[in-house]
């Protein structure tokens, strides 16, 4: 094995501060295995496993889900949660203060007809549904309004918000979130500061960490201690979350890179982590299955989802019950 490859998001993870601090070069350079970020390029080919079979894919649950659907040779080897900005957008002028005030309102969504699979549309319906959920409202409850999106339009979905052919629409997106402010455009309701994860879940906050099940079977042990890595890295960001959001950044745009940090092992200086890093632990707890669970019923429910996955049997804590005993085992020996 030469080559080991891995994906990472814009928002801080536990993958892309590993590989900012260099441990994913320490830990697999010694014997010789390069550790290399991979950005996609041929759409949806490297969810389906594609041409690497030694990649480690972290990704929102749509595109993962899409691909396990149509028989992809994934695992399911750890879950992990980014908070991210959710908004729901209306316009001057226009009452919706609270999900009831959305009751028979027009409310746009994206539509990617020339895609395998609509991840933004799949991403606006579960958060419009998300809002509508918390006001004790359905779907039902409004008229949903299809927002074609053209090869390269930016955010067409504000402006049909702009010319008032919808009266609100959904956000989750920073840059498109930013785009509305300079145009105008207030939030109606903050998705993001809700207590209840149900409210909050979708693509880009439960994230999926995914690998082929060839390199899992033959080399279990590069997954766990890819894994280990990643259970130092998110130890790291709760003692120092505030270097975990300049480090991101710094190096926000997936392109390998060492910085110097305070020592691996999380000291003093513990401080209330800023809003989106209050936890970048990976697991596969109940309550993130479950989650999981639920979100594979509602992509299947709307169509989104070619065939149901079993999220339960999908998963495959082999690695990660592994990276746990490798901690205990390198902290005993450190003692």
Do not use: C
């Not at 729901?88 to 999900?99: G, K, N, Y």
């Not at 958060?127 to 409202?137: E, H, I, P, S, V």
């Not at 070619?306 to 902290?331: F, I, M, N």
Request: aromatic share 6%; net charge negative.
């Amino acid at each position: 094995m030469q080559e080991l490859w891995y994906t990472r998001a814009p928002e801080p993870t536990a993958t892309g501060i590993a590989a900012d601090l260099g441990w994913l070069d320490d830990e697999f350079a010694p014997e010789g295995i390069a550790v290399r970020p991979f950005r996609e390029t041929t759409g949806l080919d490297g969810h389906a496993g594609g041409p690497l079979r030694t990649l480690l894919h972290e990704s929102g649950n749509v595109p993962a889900l899409w691909a396990r659907s149509r028989g992809a040779s994934s695992r399911l080897v750890a879950l992990a949660w980014a908070e991210t900005p959710q908004v729901i957008l209306t316009r001057a002028h226009v009452t919706i203060r609270e999900p009831e005030d959305l009751r028979g309102r027009r409310l746009g969504l994206p539509l990617r007809p020339d895609v395998p699979v609509d991840v933004e549309r799949a991403t606006a319906l579960r958060g419009l549904r998300n809002a509508l959920w918390a006001g004790g409202l359905t779907l039902n409850d409004v008229h949903l309004i299809d927002v074609p999106v053209t090869p390269g339009a930016a955010a067409p979905e504000l402006d049909a918000l702009a010319r008032g052919e919808v009266d609100a629409v959904y956000v989750g997106n920073a840059a498109v979130l930013h785009a509305a402010e300079t145009r105008g455009l207030p939030v109606a309701i903050d998705l993001g500061v809700h207590p209840d994860k149900r409210v909050r879940v979708n693509d880009a906050t439960l994230r999926l960490i995914t690998v082929d099940q060839l390199l899992l079977d033959i080399r279990p042990d590069v997954v766990a201690r890819f894994l280990r890595v990643l259970l130092d890295a998110a130890d790291w960001a709760a003692a120092y979350p505030r270097q975990a959001v300049l480090l991101a950044g710094e190096n926000d745009d997936g392109a390998p890179g060492r910085r110097t940090p305070p020592q691996r092992t999380p000291g003093s200086g513990w401080d209330a982590p800023p809003p989106g890093l209050a936890d970048l632990r990976v697991d596969l707890s109940a309550e993130r299955l479950g989650l999981l669970a639920e979100q594979e019923r509602f992509l299947r429910s709307h169509g989104f989802l070619e065939s149901a996955v079993d999220v339960h049997g999908w998963a495959d804590d082999t690695a990660l019950a592994a990276a746990h005993a490798g901690r205990r085992s390198y902290q005993e020996q450190t003692v």
